[in-house]
T-cell receptor, first 115, second 110 residues
């Protein structure tokens, strides 16, 4: 089984709809992240969480919200989807160590299309 | 936040060494430099990480000059399976200031 799973893998929705993307991990990591990827723009950080009680905005958090339901689960919500939120969304996890930054493990991605 | 710049694309042939450079002029003192590889329809995968000087593992080397304003990922003797997009990431996990470059698409030809 995959260590980091994302559901759904593909989603088509309409403008104004509320959408939730879910991420689960079995790696036992405390840190979890949500990124979006657009062609030619690389990956951009939306939100990150360093533990269950910690939520932080990333580079492009406007229009998104998150929930850390448990150590293993981190959900991303689009309260009212708009077409420019059409993108590939990745969840990632990483462990805490003595170093400031550790290897991130990425899920397979969710392709979201907003019509 | 550190901004990263890397070439959009590179071409190579099997068996050659490939060097991909990333510029990060305003890197912060506690920022690390990490490189990821991504194949189509997959999430990025960790290749190597460093803070300064040189780091080597079984698949790549990472060269970081003393001023840390750039870094070079070196892939020895590439094969067709190394065709992918390579991303430079600069940031410090404790602050969450994680900035990916826009990626370098490496095409390896036979």
């Amino acid at each position: 089984d995959a260590d980091v799973t994302q559901t759904p893998r593909n989603r088509i929705t309409k403008t104004g709809k509320r959408i939730m993307l879910e991420c689960s991990q079995t790696k036992g990591h405390d840190r979890m992240y949500w990124y979006r990827q657009d062609p030619g723009l690389g990956l951009r950080l939306i939100y990150y969480s360093f533990d269950v009680k910690d939520i932080n905005k990333g580079e492009i958090s406007d229009g998104y919200s998150v929930s850390r339901q448990a150590q293993a689960k981190f959900s991303l919500s689009l309260e009212s989807a708009i077409p420019n939120q059409t993108a590939l969304y990745f969840c990632a996890t990483s462990a805490i160590s003595g170093r400031a930054l550790t290897e991130q493990f990425f899920g397979p991605g969710t392709r979201l299309t907003v019509l | 936040l550190a901004k990263t710049t890397q070439p959009i694309s590179m071409d190579s042939y099997e068996g050659q060494e490939v060097n991909i450079t990333c510029s990060h002029n305003n890197i912060a003192t506690n920022d690390y430099i990490t490189w990821y590889q991504q194949f189509p329809s997959q999430g990025p995968r960790f290749i190597i990480q460093g803070y300064k000087t040189k780091v080597t593992n079984e698949v790549a080397s990472l060269f970081i000059p003393a001023d840390r304003k750039s870094s070079t990922l070196s892939l020895p003797r590439v094969s067709l399976s190394d065709t992918a997009v390579y991303y430079c990431l600069v940031g410090g996990g404790s602050q969450g200031n994680l900035i990916f470059g826009k990626g370098t698409k490496l095409s390896v030809k036979p």
